[in-house]
C-alpha cells in the first residue's frame, strides 16, 4: 500500500521562526514529504577532510562516536547529532546540535552557549516538544516517539527522531528509538534518503524489530550507529544482507547528493571517528 502522506507538514509542525543569517545558502526544495524534486548531475566523493569545502548540491557526512554524526553544508552550517559536549580536540562551535535525553551519551546538561541553536528532543514530561528550525540552506524538524523511562514506566514523547533537509536530500537520525514508529510517525517522517540507524539490539530496540523499521522506510543509504561491540553491528548485517547491499568504508567521512545516493537501498558501515586538526 502506499504511505500515507502529508497534506501539510505544517500542520504537524508549529513553525519556530529563527533569523537567517545573510550569508545563509537558499535551501533546495526535498522530496521528504512527496515533494519531488531534480537535481543537476554530481560526482561521487568517496575522501574528504572535514575542514573542507563541501561540494555544490552535497552534503558532508562524518560519523564522530556512538549516535553523533556531523552533517556539513556547503554553506558552512556544521550540524552534530545527539550531541554530548565533546566532537573532538577542535576548536569548531556548531551551529545546530540536537539532543536525546534517554541516557548521558545521547545529550550534555552543560552545551556550550556559544552553540547558536540547541535542540532537545524532549520536553516537560509526557509532552514531548516540536522543531522547525529554518536555517535557509536547512530545515532541521522532529517526529516525537516515546522512551523507556525509570523502573520499566514509559515517558511518551521522551525522545525525538531528527530530520534534516538540505541539497534535496532527507537525512534521518532515529535517536535512542525504543519502539516501532506508528503509522503516523512514519508519514510525519516521510521519505528518509539516509538514515542513522542504532544497532545495538537491547539499549534501544531487538534488532529484529529494528530491521523492520529500516526495511519499511526503504532509504537509499543506511548508517548504522550505536553499537556497543562488533557483535551487534555484525548480526544486523548479517540479517539484512539478503534485502539491502552492503559496503564497508575504511573512512568515517562521505560526501553525498541526491544524484549520487545508491542505485540499491544500501548499508554503509562507517568507523567512528572524532574531529582532528
Same mark, same amino acid.
Not at 545563509?24 to 575542514?51: N, V
Not at 514530561?125 to 523507556?148: A, K, Q
Not at 536530500?169 to 519502539?179: D, P, T, V
Given at each position: 500500500?502506499?504511505?500515507?502522506?502529508?497534506?501539510?507538514?505544517? =500542520?504537524?509542525?508549529?513553525?519556530?521562526?529563527?533569523?537567517?543569517?545573510?550569508?545563509?545558502? @537558499?535551501?533546495?526544495?526535498?522530496?521528504?514529504?512527496?515533494?519531488?524534486?531534480? =537535481?543537476?548531475?554530481?560526482?561521487?566523493? !568517496?575522501?574528504?577532510?572535514?575542514?573542507?569545502?563541501?561540494? @555544490?548540491? *552535497?552534503?558532508?557526512?562524518?560519523?564522530? *562516536?556512538?549516535?553523533?554524526?556531523?552533517?556539513?553544508?556547503?554553506?558552512?552550517? #556544521?550540524?552534530?547529532?545527539?550531541?554530548?559536549?565533546?566532537?573532538?580536540?577542535?576548536?569548531?562551535?556548531?551551529?545546530?546540535?540536537?539532543?536525546?535525553?534517554? !541516557?548521558?551519551?545521547?545529550?550534555?546538561?552543560?552545551?556550550?552557549? =556559544?552553540?547558536?541553536?540547541?535542540?532537545?528532543?524532549?520536553?516537560?514530561? /509526557?509532552?514531548?516538544?516540536?522543531?522547525?528550525?529554518?536555517?535557509?540552506?536547512?530545515?532541521?524538524? #522532529?517526529?516525537?516517539?516515546?522512551?523507556?523511562? $525509570?523502573?520499566?514506566?514509559?515517558?511518551? #514523547?521522551?525522545?525525538?527522531?531528527?530530520?534534516?533537509?538540505?541539497?534535496?536530500?532527507?537525512?534521518?537520525?532515529?535517536?535512542?528509538? !525504543?519502539?516501532?514508529?506508528?503509522? $503516523?510517525?512514519?508519514? $510525519?517522517? /516521510?521519505?528518509?534518503?539516509?538514515?542513522?540507524?542504532?544497532?545495538?539490539?537491547?539499549?534501544?530496540?531487538?534488532?529484529?524489530?529494528?530491521?523492520?523499521?529500516?526495511?519499511?522506510?526503504?532509504?537509499?543509504?543506511?548508517?548504522?550507529? !550505536?553499537?556497543? *561491540? /562488533? =557483535?551487534?553491528?555484525?548480526?544486523?548485517?548479517?540479517?539484512?544482507?539478503?534485502?539491502?547491499?552492503?559496503?564497508?568504508?575504511?573512512? *568515517? @567521512?562521505?560526501?553525498?547528493?541526491?544524484?549520487?545516493?545508491?542505485?540499491?537501498?544500501?548499508?554503509?558501515?562507517?568507523?567512528? @571517528?572524532?574531529?582532528?586538526?
Amino acid at each position: 500500500m502506499p504511505r500515507p502522506v502529508l497534506a501539510s507538514a505544517a =500542520a504537524l509542525i508549529p513553525l519556530l521562526t529563527a533569523p537567517l543569517p545573510a550569508e545563509a545558502q @537558499e535551501r533546495r526544495a526535498s522530496h521528504c514529504i512527496a515533494i519531488a524534486d531534480a =537535481a543537476p548531475g554530481m560526482q561521487y566523493l !568517496h575522501k574528504a577532510a572535514w575542514t573542507d569545502p563541501v561540494p @555544490e548540491y *552535497s552534503v558532508r557526512i562524518q560519523y564522530l *562516536s556512538h549516535a553523533s554524526f556531523l552533517i556539513q553544508t556547503r554553506g558552512g552550517l #556544521n550540524v552534530v547529532t545527539d550531541f554530548t559536549g565533546y566532537i573532538g580536540n577542535v576548536p569548531m562551535i556548531p551551529d545546530v546540535v540536537t539532543m536525546n535525553h534517554a !541516557h548521558t551519551s545521547h545529550w550534555t546538561p552543560n552545551p556550550d552557549p =556559544a552553540i547558536p541553536h540547541i535542540l532537545e528532543g524532549w520536553g516537560p514530561f /509526557g509532552e514531548g516538544i516540536e522543531h522547525h528550525l529554518d536555517l535557509g540552506e536547512m530545515l532541521v524538524r #522532529n517526529v516525537s516517539t516515546d522512551i523507556r523511562s $525509570a523502573y520499566g514506566g514509559t515517558e511518551e #514523547n521522551g525522545n525525538s527522531i531528527f530530520v534534516f533537509e538540505v541539497e534535496g536530500l532527507c537525512i534521518g537520525h532515529l535517536g535512542h528509538l !525504543h519502539h516501532e514508529p506508528s503509522d $503516523a510517525q512514519y508519514a $510525519a517522517l /516521510g521519505r528518509i534518503d539516509v538514515l542513522m540507524v542504532p544497532v545495538d539490539g537491547g539499549m534501544t530496540m531487538p534488532l529484529e524489530d529494528m530491521e523492520r523499521v529500516v526495511e519499511r522506510l526503504r532509504s537509499s543509504l543506511i548508517l548504522p550507529m !550505536h553499537w556497543f *561491540s /562488533g =557483535a551487534s553491528l555484525e548480526r544486523f548485517i548479517a540479517d539484512v544482507s539478503d534485502t539491502f547491499v552492503v559496503e564497508r568504508r575504511d573512512s *568515517s @567521512e562521505l560526501v553525498i547528493g541526491l544524484n549520487t545516493l545508491p542505485p540499491q537501498p544500501t548499508v554503509m558501515v562507517l568507523p567512528p @571517528e572524532w574531529l582532528g586538526e
